[in-house]
């Protein structure tokens, strides 16, 4: 299916932040004709994504970068995620069961349930004083 | 994001504009506790003109909800953009929060 589309660019750890991921994203959106709704999923897995990063992946109060590259292939997108933050595996903090009522409803741990519904396969690797979180979503085309 | 508050009688409505996420909920949160704080027990949210919310908003819709039920009071949700619904539906979100169609769904209901 021809030479995959590559996309990168970098965030500093600041929820400020998530304006230009935003933008990033609807910029690749544009440049890959994605379906709106498809945009929107993968905004919120990345959004949910970097805020547990800056939350609680950094021990320090210094700037850093974190890294998003984006391909897309074969109908399958495939981003990547690093930063060189504490050794953290964001997808391994306790998985959270659906609420039934609102009394037994606590937010611990929404934000990785929301990504792990939203993208097809995600998982982790610590390589070279990295944390690598490589996410695949299957390209809608409707 | 944009935050408009509208007063009538009883019922206090926000209406929510933009994007609601880590980086806009604590202001949110903020404008809807004043509210709640003042008394208010009838609130509505219209999300009309939200065009995304994360974890971070859905958690200031879950304190806000918790924090009226505690004063007997009531909160209602609605005029949410398809993709805006589908968070809370993978959330588990609506099988507990009211959520309507059009704002004069949520007054009649209040």
Same mark, same amino acid.
């Given at each position: ?8 660019? @970098? ?33 919120? *897995? ?53 609420? *039934? @009522?609102?009394?037994?409803? @606590? ?28 996410? =695949? =979503? =299957?390209?809608?085309?409707? | ?7 009538? $009688? ?8 933009? !994007? ?10 903020? !404008? ?6 003042? $008394? ?21 819709? #879950? ?9 007997? $009071?009531?909160?209602? #949700? ?33």
């Amino acid at each position: 299916m021809g030479n995959p589309k590559k996309f990168s660019f @970098t965030l500093k750890n600041d929820i400020s932040e998530l304006k230009n991921l935003c933008r990033q994203l609807e910029s690749v959106g544009d440049a890959l004709g994605l379906p709106r709704r498809f945009v929107f999923e993968i905004n919120l *897995a990345l959004d949910e994504l970097f805020t547990n990063i800056i939350s609680y992946g950094f021990n320090d109060r210094s700037e850093h970068a974190i890294q998003v590259s984006i391909a897309a292939d074969d109908g399958m997108l495939t981003i990547t995620v690093e930063d060189d933050g504490i050794p953290f595996n964001p997808i391994e903090r306790a998985k959270p069961r659906l609420p *039934a @009522t609102i009394e037994d409803c @606590t937010i611990g741990g929404l934000g990785i349930y929301l990504i792990k519904n939203l993208m097809d396969d995600v998982w982790y690797r610590r390589s070279r004083d990295k944390n690598v979180l490589t996410l =695949k =979503k =299957k390209i809608e085309t409707i | 994001m944009d935050i408009v508050e509208e007063k009538q $009688g009883v019922i206090h409505t926000f209406k929510i504009k933009g !994007r609601l996420d880590s980086n806009t909920s604590q202001e949110f949160e903020k !404008r809807v506790f004043d509210v709640i704080t003042n $008394g208010t027990k009838s609130l509505i949210i219209d999300f009309r003109d939200l065009d995304y919310i994360s974890s971070a908003g859905l958690r200031v819709i #879950l304190k806000a909800t918790k924090a009226l039920k505690r004063e007997d $009071g009531k909160i209602m #949700l609605c005029a949410m953009q398809d993709y805006v619904k589908e968070v809370f539906e993978i959330a588990g979100f609506d099988s507990f929060l009211p959520i309507v169609s059009t704002l004069d769904d949520a007054r009649r209901a209040l």
